[in-house]
Structures are given as C-alpha cells and as structure tokens.
C-alpha cells in the first residue's frame, strides 16, 4: 500500500486535514509536499505530529514537474489542497494566482496520467459560483467567478474535470463552502476580526456588512473529505460535490458575535469601501453531499466561532509570530487597507 499525498497540506484546511488523519487513521502513511508560501506554517503541527512515524514533510512546489512526479511514485490516493487562495490578494496581483492554481493543477493532473493513484480529490471552492442566483447552491448552480481567485479555481476545477472526462482519471471535485477554524491564516475575515478585536483595533467590514456565506467550520469540512477518500469510488469518480451546511451568516452578524464573545466594545465595527467584485450571497445545498458521502455538518456556527476565538486566545504565541514576523502579512494588510481599496479602506463610520 502506498502513501496519501496532500499537497498544500502546511496551510489551513490542510494542516487540520493531516491533524485529522493522524488522529483518526494513525496508521496511513502520509507524504505532505508543500512550498511553504507566506500561508504555509509547519508551525500548524506539534513537534509530536511532525515526528509521527507516518508524517512525511516535502518541502516542494506544485508546479515543478520534477517534484511532483517524484512526490506522487509511490502515493494511492491524492488530495490536492495547495493554492494562492486569498481573493484580496489575486485582485492586487493575480499571477500567482494562475501561475500555482492553474498551472500548478496542470502539472499534477499530468503526473497523474503516468501514475498508479487510485483516486485523486481535487479542493476546488464554493467561489466558482459567484453570487447564488437561487438558493440552496447546487452543483450545477452557473460558474460566475466574480475574483482572478475564484476564475483561476474554475480553471482548475473544470481542468481537472476535462482530465476525467478525456483521460478517464479517477478524479473527484469538491467545492468546500467558506471554512473558518483553528491555524486560518490572520489575513482572511475571521481570524482577521478576532486578532484586532483582542488587539482593540477596529474591524473593517466591507460594503453595508450584510454579504452572507454559508461557514464551515473546518472540523466538518475535513470529515466529509476524509469520506471522499473512503467512499465507494464508482460512486464518486467525475462527480463535484459541495460541502457547506445549507445556513448563511452575515459578515455583521459575525462581527457582533466576535466582540461580544471577546468582551470588546461594538464601536469597533466600522465600515470601509466595498471590495470590487464582491460575492454577496452564498448558501450550499447540502442533499449531494449528503447522498452520495453521507456527510452533513454538525458544527452550529456560533459554537464553531466560539471554539475557534478560544483557539485564537490559547494560542497567542502561534498568531504573534505571524503578524509579528511576516514581512508579507504586514506588508499585503497595510497596502490594501491603507491605499488599494477603493476610498483608501479607511473606516467610514
Ligand atoms: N479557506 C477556505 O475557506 C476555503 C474554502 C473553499 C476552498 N478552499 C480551498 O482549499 C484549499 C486550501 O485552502 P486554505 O485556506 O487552507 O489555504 P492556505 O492559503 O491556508 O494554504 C495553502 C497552502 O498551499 C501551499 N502552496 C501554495 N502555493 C504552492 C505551490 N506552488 N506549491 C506547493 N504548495 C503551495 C501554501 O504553502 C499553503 O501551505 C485551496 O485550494 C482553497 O482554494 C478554501
């Protein structure tokens, strides 16, 4: 038996996907390749994980052929995290964004023609779909990219679709929904509140406040892959599946559940210039997840949110390295609030 490859799998989802893994199913043998980009953290793992038997780190880029060939020898199943993935960022600059996204798929799904894996998971996301047009979101909602991050998911998404359809690969799509939880990197929404809410600082919400996602808290997100790699694979192979809970949460409501869970004043809400492009509805339907993996998540929203600023409290040391000593997080997060946004991102009441 072989190894399961996760590529990505030092950043957010992925490192709580490795965690998972290595508590539910210590004796699988994992190879993680990952090129430690800004998002990367082998810091998301205890010394006790990184010196698990079957804990293998490879330090390598998804879109060197050579490493990934030589990364996927000796896998039987493959599950593909790695990706620029911040939607700020690809509005700022968006090469990286097709060259890892894009090509970087590319270069793994050729690799997969000349390999033995038994089945390859492909993490695509909900924000391939642009703005829900009707809920629940189906998988056959229209694609409408509405970011360069979510154009250069479709592009992968329906990359490796094109590989199952012309090559017969045993490839699967899952299109997570917005997930929040414990290692998310500070720059994304969530984490991004609860550091200035501990920090007293002001939370900047885009637009009126009132744009919804339906929030996945990461616990569940990675159950319901591990599913897809345990499932009966005739069922699954060329299918896309989404995984989110049917429930949509507005960006104010969440930021009035983070300063009263934290104790902080509501006068730190301000509201800053939209961001171009911005998604203003997202709401799963769950009935194919649940059909086809079995799968439905338990986390209510506000329980998650609770677990995850606990986790934002305990872990300070974790958080501080990272805005303390990332060149890039402080850097990107001072450029986009402080000129890019349109309005210059300064709050506006
Ligand atoms: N976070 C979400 O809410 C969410 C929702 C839906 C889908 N997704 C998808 O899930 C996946 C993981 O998201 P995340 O939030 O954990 O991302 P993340 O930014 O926290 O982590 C990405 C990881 O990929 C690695 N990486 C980046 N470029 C690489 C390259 N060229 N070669 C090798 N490794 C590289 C980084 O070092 C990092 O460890 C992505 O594909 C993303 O599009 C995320």
Request: proline fraction near 5%; charged fraction near 25%; aromatic fraction near 10%.
């Amino acid at each position: 038996m072989g190894y399961l490859l996760v590529t990505g799998g030092a950043g957010f989802i992925g490192s709580n996907f490795v965690r998972r893994m290595l508590r539910e199913h210590p004796e699988r043998k994992m190879m993680i390749l990952d090129a430690l980009t800004y998002a990367g953290n082998l810091d998301n793992f205890s010394e006790e994980e990184r010196s698990h038997p079957n804990f293998d780190f490879r330090h390598g880029d998804i879109r060197d052929p050579k490493a990934v060939a030589d990364a996927m020898k000796g896998a039987d199943q493959v599950i593909h995290f790695a990706a620029e993935t911040h939607v700020d960022r690809s509005i700022d600059n968006a090469d990286p964004f097709v060259s890892t996204d894009v090509k970087g798929t590319q270069v793994l799904l050729e690799a997969l023609r000349r390999s033995d894996v038994e089945r390859f998971i492909h993490i695509s996301t909900s924000e391939v779909y642009g703005t829900a047009e009707s809920v629940p979101m189906t998988e056959d909602h229209p694609l409408k990219p509405m970011s360069p991050y979510a154009g250069c998911k479709v592009g992968a998404d329906r990359l490796a679709y094109s590989y199952y359809a012309t090559y017969d690969l045993p490839i699967v799509i899952i299109r997570p929904f917005n997930n929040y939880g414990p290692n998310q990197f500070p720059e994304k929404l969530i984490p991004f509140f609860i550091l200035n809410a501990l920090q007293d600082k002001p939370l900047p919400m885009y637009g009126d406040g009132k744009n919804t996602r339906d929030w996945v808290f990461v616990e569940d997100c990675c159950e319901g892959l591990g599913r897809a790699l345990a499932q009966d694979l005739a069922k699954l192979k060329g299918e896309v599946i989404n995984l989110g809970t049917g429930k949509e949460t507005n960006v104010l409501t969440i930021t009035d559940q983070i300063l009263t869970h934290i104790g902080k004043p509501l006068e730190l809400k301000k509201f800053v210039a939209d961001r171009p492009g911005h998604v203003k509805r997202h709401c799963a339907s769950t009935a194919k997840a649940q059909k086809l993996l079995g799968w439905r998540a338990k986390t209510e929203f506000k329980v998650g949110l609770g677990k995850m600023i606990d986790w934002y409290v305990e872990n300070e040391r974790w958080w501080r390295n990272i805005i303390e000593t990332k060149r890039e997080y402080h850097e990107f997060t001072v450029r986009w609030y402080e000129e890019t946004l349109p309005g210059g991102g300064r709050p506006r009441g």
